[in-house]
């Protein structure tokens, strides 16, 4: 199966910490590159961070640089989404994706595989 899953979401306190997992099928995870991407009610999806399938580059969107971290466990083939400090402004769902060209990925928000999200909610 091709199936991206998602998990990790909550709803947090302004200033809190979130750590989201996304579980990438073997085949996939070890030659494709993964990355986060959010979608807030009324807004159009947003890339989050982006990471190189084999780790050694990472991207990140304006709003989430310097407070989110995106990492992978090779072991597990699992990515991480790191996220500190949360703003009310960081609640949307929460996707993770997969596609063989990071560029394709950062810029336009093209991948050819999904999961279906999990939602993170930041409020007081």
């Known amino acids: 199966q091709d199936q991206l899953v998602e998990s990790g979401g909550s709803t947090v306190q302004p200033g809190d910490s979130l750590r989201l997992s996304c579980a990438v099928p073997g085949h996939i995870f070890s030659t494709y590159n993964q990355g986060w991407f959010r979608q807030a009610p009324g807004n159009e999806r947003e890339f989050v961070a982006a990471?190189?399938?084999?780790?050694?580059?990472?991207y990140y969107g304006d709003s989430v640089k310097g407070r989110f971290t995106i990492s992978r466990d090779n072991a597990k083939n699992t990515v991480f989404l790191q996220m500190n400090s949360l703003k009310p402004e960081d609640t949307a769902v929460y996707y993770c994706?997969?596609?063989?060209?990071?560029?394709?990925?950062?810029?336009?928000?093209?991948?050819?595989?999904w999961g279906h999200g999990t939602q993170v909610t930041v409020s007081s």
């Open positions: 990471i190189s399938w084999n780790g050694d580059q990472t």
């Open positions: 994706a997969a596609d063989g060209v990071i560029g394709t990925m950062t810029l336009y928000g093209e991948c050819e595989f």
